[in-house]
């Protein structure tokens, strides 16, 4: 049994380190919590971030519809975003969405986190694509970000922020910290002439430590090893298959290897 008025109290401890660690400017960013297949908790819109208590989190159901909202209260204008990300990973507990000052720097340049500078950043994130660009509150931003959000814990949206989802509030909230922890370090490493990137080999051995730990969510290292060799591949298997030595997934091979092929494309991988 989820006990709504703690997860209400997280929700505001979150919303006041994004503010206080300026990822956030204004009345920006929207953080939301799945506690049951048809409930969400989300903060409301129009609110310091920074500055809530737990009788402004608003109730909402799979369809972004109002459960329960206090009066003065309104679910966040970008509501439908994060109720897409649910609908797409079931595995997902919570979604943030900020405007961390470096990533979104590098969503309005148009510039993908594609280079691999630190262990931490691949590991925990690979590499962070762009979702082309949406206009706020419509579903032209869920429709960009859906093209991402099966390979992927975050994305950049294009001229706007940054969003990030996991398996709980704290993990969407730490992948986050890690998007403009990277991107700063990208930042400054282009400053100073332009980052040493770690080989390909090295990428490698990170990933293959990824899938080890069996980290959970979806990743780069999630890309089947099988595939590099034009076996099927597939994924959903969190590269496990690369131990097991197959994978066992339902969609066409075809399909998959298409997708693949794509993605690869797309990160320069
Ligand atoms: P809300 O206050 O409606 O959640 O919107 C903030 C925001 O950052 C929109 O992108």
């Known amino acids: 049994m ?6 209400k109290k997280q929700i505001c401890d979150i919303g006041k380190r994004i503010y206080n660690r300026g990822m956030v400017a204004n009345n920006d960013g929207n953080i939301s919590v799945k506690i049951s297949d048809n409930e969400f908790l989300c903060t409301p819109t129009g609110v310091s971030k920074g500055f809530m208590t737990p009788e402004f989190i608003c109730k909402v159901d799979r369809d972004g519809k109002v459960l329960q909202a206090n009066a003065g209260f309104k679910p966040s204008s970008e509501i439908k975003m994060h109720m897409r990300v649910y609908k797409e990973r079931p595995d997902v507990k919570s979604v943030v ?11 309005i340049a148009g510039i993908p986190l594609t280079q691999p500078i630190m262990p931490e950043a691949v590991i925990a994130l690979g590499c962070v694509p762009i979702a082309k660009y949406g206009t ?7 429709d960009a970000v ?16 940054a969003l990030t989802f996991s398996d709980s509030l704290l993990s969407a909230y730490n992948k986050m910290e890690s ?16 980052p040493k990137e770690l080989s390909d080999s090295q990428v490698q051995r990170l990933y293959e430590i990824r899938r080890q730990f069996g980290m959970t969510g979806k990743h780069p290292a999630n890309l089947c090893p099988n595939n590099k060799e034009g076996k099927p591949s597939c994924h959903n298997c969190g590269g496990s298959c690369a131990s097991k030595g197959g994978c066992a997934s339902g969609a066409s091979e075809e399909l998959v290897k298409n997708i693949t092929a794509k993605v690869i494309k797309e990160l320069g991988l």
């Open 2 to 7: 989820v006990n709504e008025f703690e997860i």
């Open 97 to 107: 969405h900020a405007h961390p000052m470096y990533a979104t720097a590098f969503a």
């Open 136 to 142: 706020p509150s419509t579903n032209e931003i869920p």
């Open 146 to 161: 859906s093209e991402y959000v099966q390979y992927f814990d975050a994305v950049l949206l294009e001229n706007h922020g």
């Open 179 to 194: 998007v403009e922890f990277y991107a700063q370090l990208l930042y400054l490493s282009r400053q100073l002439g332009g």
